[in-house]
């Protein structure tokens, strides 16, 4: 089971990236999956998950209005797309997913790195200013 995290790059402040995270080896279609990320001498930190139907969205504060996230269940991929980019978004992003299938969590669950059992290698974002 292997989740292959792409898309990250050097943007200015204010620019945009997508971010996607391919999964192989399993089906992910009905796991709740997430974007966590993590700066330079920082804990890791939640910023999006999304439930396994992708009817259910949750942010942190930080990102709300900028980022989205979506899942692509036809193509087993997860993305995130970033706009209006800021310097403090600077970080290696990771995708990840919980291995219960169909399983549903409260907001608080998905924003705790415990309830992800796979993780992905992580792609960095760099926003200059």
Do not use: H
């Not at 898309?7 to 971010?19: D, E, T």
């Not at 997913?97 to 969590?105: E, F, G, I, L």
């Amino acid at each position: 089971v292997q989740l292959q995290a792409s898309g990250g790059g050097l943007v200015q402040a204010g620019g945009s990236l997508r971010l996607s995270c391919a999964a192989s080896g399993s089906t992910f279609n009905n796991n709740v999956m997430g974007w966590f990320r993590q700066a330079p001498g920082k804990e890791r930190e939640f910023v999006a998950a999304i439930s396994w139907g992708g009817s259910i969205t949750y942010y942190r504060d930080s990102v709300k209005g900028r980022f989205t996230i979506s899942r692509d269940n036809a193509k087993n991929t997860l993305y995130l797309q970033m706009n209006s980019l800021k310097p403090e978004d600077t970080a290696v992003y990771y995708c990840a997913a919980d291995r219960s299938p169909r399983r549903t969590y409260t907001e608080s669950s998905c924003y705790t790195k415990g309830t992800y059992d796979y993780w992905g290698q992580g792609t960095l974002v760099t926003v200059s200013s």
